[in-house]
């Protein structure tokens, strides 16, 4: 199946293909194919090439989480893709303290990925992973609350502050870390985006196409809609990684995404 036409427009900084290169500050441009991210959430290192080989050409960015991390050979299905080209967002959520985040971070900064998540609960563990990936091309990005959360979970963690807000806070304290930009649900993208203005990359999870089953996913919302709100880049795992076939799922949702640039809304 062929990728449609790509519609571009100026937005962030974009990637760069090595951890040793420094991080540029001019903007380019993105395309609707390379504002998807795919989460390859499954077990195992076979699995996620697998998936990678049937996505082919359609997909050049990919999210590895925990699962795979984690007894699933994460980091070497990091470097191989790194190798074959691809662009890798690395979802290790790091929360330590500061000496272990940044050693960490220079770890992970020499394996020539592109985004890093770090759970933005304080300014002390984000300047860490900021001293920690130094001058390499690594961007950082910030977990603000989890798209799985509701008020009554936050609740229970002691949070009085609404989830718009306690994200907006995030946002703010992450900006002012040095980071480069958040993970946050698409609804929460055109709050964030007024918060800490059009240079900052918006990362949203919880992405559904209209009429697909939400999971466990509490704050979702349609790629469509994503971009209108301000999203730079969209995670989607589960409505690609599980469809009957997942290159024609991921097809649609960069048509969709490419519609949505060309209605020339959000998007900074
Ligand atoms: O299958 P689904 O599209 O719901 O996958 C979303 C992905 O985004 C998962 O890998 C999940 O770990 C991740 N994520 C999230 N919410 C965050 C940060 C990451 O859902 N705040």
């Given at each position: 199946m062929?990728?449609?036409?790509m519609?571009?427009?100026?937005?962030?900084n974009g990637?760069?293909k090595?951890?040793?290169?420094p991080r540029?500050?001019?903007?380019?441009?993105?395309s609707?194919?390379?504002?998807?991210?795919v989460?390859?959430?499954?077990?195992?290192k076979?699995?996620?090439?697998?998936?990678?080989?049937e996505?082919?050409?359609?997909v050049e960015?990919?999210k590895i989480?925990h699962e795979?991390?984690?007894?699933?050979?994460?980091?070497?299905?990091?470097?191989?893709?790194?190798?074959?080209?691809?662009?890798?967002?690395?979802?290790?959520k790091?929360?330590d303290?500061?000496?272990?985040?940044?050693?960490?971070?220079?770890n992970?900064a020499?394996?020539g990925?592109?985004?890093?998540?770090?759970h933005?609960?304080?300014?002390k563990?984000?300047?860490?992973a900021?001293a920690?990936?130094?001058?390499s091309?690594?961007?950082?990005?910030?977990?603000?609350v989890m798209?799985?959360?509701?008020?009554?979970?936050?609740s229970?963690?002691?949070f009085?502050?609404?989830?718009?807000?306690l994200v907006a806070?995030?946002?703010?304290?992450?900006?002012g870390?040095?980071?480069?930009?958040?993970?946050?649900s698409?609804?929460?993208a055109?709050?964030?985006?007024?918060?800490?203005?059009r240079d900052?990359?918006?990362?949203?999870?919880?992405?559904?196409?209209?009429?697909?089953d939400i999971?466990d996913?509490?704050?979702?919302?349609t790629p469509a809609?994503a971009?209108e709100?301000?999203?730079?880049?969209l995670?989607v795992?589960?409505?690609?990684?599980?469809?009957?076939?997942?290159?024609?799922?991921?097809?649609?949702i960069?048509a969709e995404?490419?519609?949505?640039?060309?209605a020339?809304?959000?998007?900074?």
């Open positions: 062929a990728v449609p036409p519609t571009v427009v100026q937005f962030e990637p760069t090595s951890a040793s290169s540029p500050s001019r903007r380019e441009t993105l609707a194919r390379e504002r998807l991210i989460a390859l959430d499954v077990t195992t076979e699995e996620a090439a697998k998936l990678v080989e996505l082919g050409d359609s960015f990919y989480g795979l991390i984690f007894g699933g050979d994460g980091i070497a299905l990091a470097r191989d893709l790194v190798a074959a080209g691809k662009q890798v967002f690395l979802d290790a790091l929360l303290i500061g000496n272990t985040v940044e050693r960490s971070a220079a992970i020499a394996l990925v592109t985004f890093l998540t770090v933005g609960h304080d300014s563990t984000m300047r860490a900021v920690g990936r130094g001058e091309a690594l961007k950082l990005l910030s977990v603000t798209t799985n959360l509701t008020q009554d979970d936050l229970e963690q002691g009085e502050m609404k989830s718009d807000q806070h995030r946002a703010k304290l992450a900006a870390s040095g980071f480069d930009g958040v993970v946050t698409a609804r929460e055109a709050l964030v985006r007024q918060t800490v203005g900052f990359l918006i990362v949203t999870p919880g992405i559904r196409p209209a009429g697909a999971g996913q509490a704050r979702v919302m809609r971009i709100a301000g999203a730079t880049r995670v795992g589960r409505p690609i990684t599980q469809a009957d076939v997942p290159k024609a799922a991921a097809v649609a960069i995404i490419d519609a949505a640039l060309a020339g809304v959000g998007a900074a």
